[in-house]
């Protein structure tokens, strides 16, 4: 499939701007063909500006109308068949067996998201009727519903080519709560952003979307992103990377004149606690599956448990197990080669911090951004004048940080910073003991986990992805998940409002047949 290296305005091809880049083949280190450039401002501005017309016959499009929009946008991505996964599997070095579970979960939360909308109920539509005869004074007839925000700033990921780029879950979330999208492809995987937003544009055209209603441009610098957030008539955000990024852009959105939500995901250290009845009852098997998390996609997962905590009397056999596995692991292709310079550079600060010893480290990968995994040991004392050493360090490593007693144990938990999740192993005696403990975590991360591993996030409507700063700039909200809807819409509220003005999901007859609250009680009638 021919790729254009065009900036996307809607259905229309630009390509104005004089800063070139091209996607590099991770195992080889070699240019791929297909040359981008940096959107120029012109071009930005034009892709918001359709955004916004577009917004305007695409946020009040009906549920049914989106949802078939959402169903096609799946359809299209599966119809490119093996070229979209041979070039995501040029421009990342993930797998094929990863890429293509990676489409299903992509196509698949597109059409989560389409059930979602075509039931209805999300808009969360409450009604308070008038009550004319009250005393002191009568109530008004008050409605309530969630509407779509306008034009969405969209980052891609890299470490999800397909589920978190662009169609990945903002994407998917966005469009789905009505909202029109503005994409800034991520520089990794130009071409598969290219490839799936085509899929994007053909849904749209089949299913009589006004133009507009996506566009994609690209940068391999700040300046394109950073002129995107800043576009008065972007109203939000949606963001997976690194700390860095995200918290850079939260800054400038909320130094605009007119300041936006940034819902960016920054990654977590996620930290596991194993407990001392499950570290003597199965230490060497937890330490197997703790291997498998670690290393699963060379780390490269915001989800990777990076720090691991315990009480140190029943820890050998674990450590022992841990050890030879993580020595056996043959190492792998990290995306890019930035984060790869990124992962050694994390691991040499670990290696030169003072009583942080490394306990064992897998095989040397020979391509030219190979990554060998990589395990610290250190104590809950020096994790306490060190905070530094619960950082994230993106890709296949984590630090074992021991403790004497249960009191340090629940003192570092009280300690940690926001994360994406937690994860406690424990027999039902631990975990009645440690009660506390959990209590703790409540208030530290979205997602606890009980004797699992916190890599594998399913798609679902309870999951949470989020979690208090600086895992994300927003602890109120998720990234993955059907609740990822609410972040790209806000209540609005209509008061005395004639029956025929009023938004269909309002109406006093319910002509949606969705769930509403009214007068206080959850009904359909
Ligand atoms: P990144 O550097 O945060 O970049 C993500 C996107 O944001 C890119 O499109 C990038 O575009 C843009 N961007 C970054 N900083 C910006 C700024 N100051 N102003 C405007 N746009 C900006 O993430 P990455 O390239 O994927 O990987 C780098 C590091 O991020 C990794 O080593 C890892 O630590 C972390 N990471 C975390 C996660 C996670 O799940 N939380 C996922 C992937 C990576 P430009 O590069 O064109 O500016």
């Known amino acids: 499939m021919q790729l254009t290296g065009s900036q996307y305005i809607g259905s229309s091809t630009s390509l104005k701007g004089d800063h070139f880049f091209q996607a590099i083949n991770p195992v080889t280190g070699e240019d791929l063909p297909g040359q981008y450039a940096d959107a120029t401002s012109e071009e930005i501005d034009a892709a918001v500006a359709l955004a916004e017309a577009a917004f305007s016959a695409y946020g009040k499009s009906n549920n049914i109308a989106r949802a078939e929009f959402l169903e096609a946008i799946a359809d299209e991505i599966m119809?490119?068949?093996?070229?979209?996964?041979?070039?995501?599997?040029?421009?990342?070095?993930?797998?094929?067996?990863?890429?293509?579970?990676?489409?299903?979960?992509?196509?698949?939360?597109?059409?989560?998201?389409?059930?979602?909308?075509?039931?209805?109920?999300?808009?969360?539509?409450?009604?308070?009727?008038?009550?004319?005869?009250?005393?002191?004074?009568?109530?008004?007839?008050?409605?309530?519903?969630?509407?779509?925000?306008?034009?969405?700033?969209?980052?891609?990921?890299?470490?999800?080519?397909?589920?978190?780029?662009?169609?990945?879950?903002?994407?998917?979330?966005?469009?789905?709560?009505?909202?029109?999208?503005?994409?800034?492809?991520?520089?990794?995987?130009?071409?598969?952003?290219?490839?799936?937003?085509?899929?994007?544009?053909?849904?749209?055209?089949?299913?009589?979307?006004?133009?507009?209603?996506?566009?994609?441009?690209?940068?391999?610098?700040?300046?394109?992103?950073?002129?995107?957030?800043?576009?008065?008539?972007?109203?939000?955000?949606?963001?997976?990377?690194?700390?860095?990024?995200?918290?850079?852009?939260?800054?400038?959105?909320?130094?605009?004149?007119?300041?936006?939500?940034?819902?960016?995901?920054?990654?977590?250290?996620?930290?596991?606690?194993?407990?001392?009845?499950?570290?003597?009852?199965?230490?060497?098997?937890?330490?197997?599956?703790?291997?498998?998390?670690?290393?699963?996609?060379?780390?490269?997962?915001?989800?990777?448990?990076?720090m691991v905590l315990m009480e140190k009397n029943m820890a050998a056999s674990f450590k022992a197990t841990l050890a030879d596995k993580i020595k056996v692991n043959p190492g792998g292709t990290m995306l890019t080669k930035g984060i790869r310079q990124a992962y050694e550079g994390g691991i040499r600060r670990l290696s030169e911090t003072t009583e942080v010893a490394l306990l064992s480290e897998g095989e040397a990968d020979s391509s030219a951004t190979g990554a060998p995994a990589k395990i610290f040991t250190t104590t809950t004392g020096k994790l306490k004048s060190n905070p530094e050493l619960a950082e994230e360090i993106f890709g296949p490593s984590s630090i074992l940080i021991e403790a004497d007693e249960r009191e340090e144990l629940i003192e570092s938990a009280k300690l940690l910073d926001g994360h994406l999740t937690a994860t406690v192993h424990g027999t039902p005696s631990d975990l009645q003991e440690y009660q506390d403990l959990i209590a703790i975590l409540e208030r530290k991360v979205g997602r606890i986990i009980i004797n699992g591993f916190p890599t594998g996030v399913e798609v679902c409507h309870a999951m949470v992805h989020g979690g208090p700063y600086p895992a994300t700039t927003n602890a109120q909200s998720t990234s993955v998940g059907t609740n990822a809807i609410k972040r790209f819409a806000r209540p609005v509220c209509y008061q005395d409002f004639p029956d025929s003005l009023l938004p269909d999901a309002l109406k006093h007859e319910n002509p949606l047949n969705i769930w509403r609250l009214v007068d206080g009680d959850l009904k359909k009638e």
């Open 79 to 306: 119809a490119l068949g093996d070229d979209l996964i041979a070039r995501a599997m040029e421009e990342t070095a993930l797998p094929e067996g990863r890429l293509v579970g990676e489409r299903g979960r992509t196509v698949g939360q597109l059409r989560l998201f389409a059930k979602v909308v075509r039931e209805g109920s999300w808009v969360d539509a409450r009604i308070d009727p008038a009550l004319p005869d009250r005393e002191p004074l009568p109530r008004s007839d008050i409605r309530q519903m969630l509407q779509p925000l306008g034009p969405v700033a969209v980052f891609g990921a890299s470490n999800f080519p397909l589920a978190f780029s662009v169609a990945g879950g903002d994407t998917a979330s966005a469009l789905a709560s009505g909202c029109t999208v503005v994409i800034k492809g991520h520089p990794a995987h130009p071409g598969t952003s290219e490839l799936v937003f085509r899929a994007i544009l053909a849904a749209g055209i089949k299913t009589g979307m006004p133009d507009g209603v996506a566009s994609l441009i690209h940068g391999a610098g700040h300046a394109p992103g950073m002129h995107l957030v800043q576009h008065s008539l972007i109203q939000a955000v949606g963001f997976t990377g690194s700390f860095k990024g995200g918290k850079a852009l939260f800054d400038l959105a909320n130094n605009r004149p007119f300041p936006i939500p940034v819902f960016a995901e920054m990654g977590s250290t996620n930290p596991v606690f194993i407990l001392p009845g499950a570290l003597e009852e199965r230490g060497s098997k937890i330490a197997e599956g703790l291997a498998a998390s670690v290393t699963l996609g060379v780390g490269q997962f915001c989800t990777n448990p990076g």
